[in-house]
């Protein structure tokens, strides 16, 4: 399958800050990324997706940015809470209409 | 908003025991559903793919005689661990989706434990 990875495997930022986490991808026939937040025991949640026609779509204090060139993802929180603490996933729709994950970066707010 | 509902969300069974994990779509049809095998601390890693209807189809190195998909319907498909052993143990995590490019809906997980 598919490869997406991550370079950061933990972030730590300071609450207020904002965050950004990385993400590449190896299939660059992938059309549609999506971000997933995932918190302990409980099952992947959407945060915002992006089509490979678009190089950049905002959300409630997210954004995320996708670079087709270098297959790069971002995803930016602005003002980050506590309550964004978590493992961020990003998901790449590829092939046979397949989502790939990434290999994870969690995050983590420092009140 | 769309919802994924994974039955059960923890089981515990004895070695060489198969035990059934439900997916459903409770208010979409999913022609596509997904299934998730996740270790401690890691990403989430795709075993299978199915269309209702249709045969599923595996990703490379996951046991289709050991894990048995079945999506009968578009609201639901199921996982089956058949003789199950400990290295089993695992969290499965269930996705459909409408259609290609649009957003996958995700269960809750069911938390195996072999023993």
């Known amino acids: 399958g598919e490869s997406v990875g991550l370079h950061l495997p933990t972030l730590s930022v300071q609450e207020g800050d904002n965050s950004i986490i990385n993400c590449a991808y190896s299939n660059s026939a992938s059309d549609y990324f999506i971000w997933y937040k995932q918190e302990s025991g409980k099952g992947p949640q959407f945060i915002i997706d992006i089509r490979s026609n678009m190089d950049k779509r905002q959300g409630q204090r997210v954004t995320v940015l996708l670079n087709k060139t270098v297959k790069h993802l971002s995803l930016q929180i602005a003002a980050t809470q506590p309550g964004d603490s978590a493992v961020y996933f990003c998901a790449e729709n590829g092939n046979f209409n397949k989502f790939y994950f990434g290999s994870g970066t969690k995050l983590n707010v420092k009140p | 908003g769309a919802v994924v509902s994974q039955h059960p969300s923890r089981v515990i069974c004895k070695s060489g025991t198969s035990v059934k994990i439900e997916c459903r779509s409770l208010d979409f049809q999913a022609t596509t559903m997904f299934w998730y095998r996740q270790f401690p601390k890691k990403s989430l890693m795709l075993m299978a793919t199915s269309n209702e209807g249709s045969k599923a189809t595996y990703e490379q190195g996951v046991e289709k005689d050991k894990f048995l998909i079945n999506h009968a319907s578009l609201t639901l498909s199921t996982l089956t661990v058949t003789s199950a052993h400990p290295e089993d143990s695992s969290f499965y995590i269930c996705?459909?989706?409408?259609?290609?490019?649009?957003?996958?809906?995700f269960g809750q997980g069911t938390r195996l434990t072999v023993v």
């Open positions: 996705s459909a989706s409408v259609q290609k490019g649009t957003e996958a809906f």
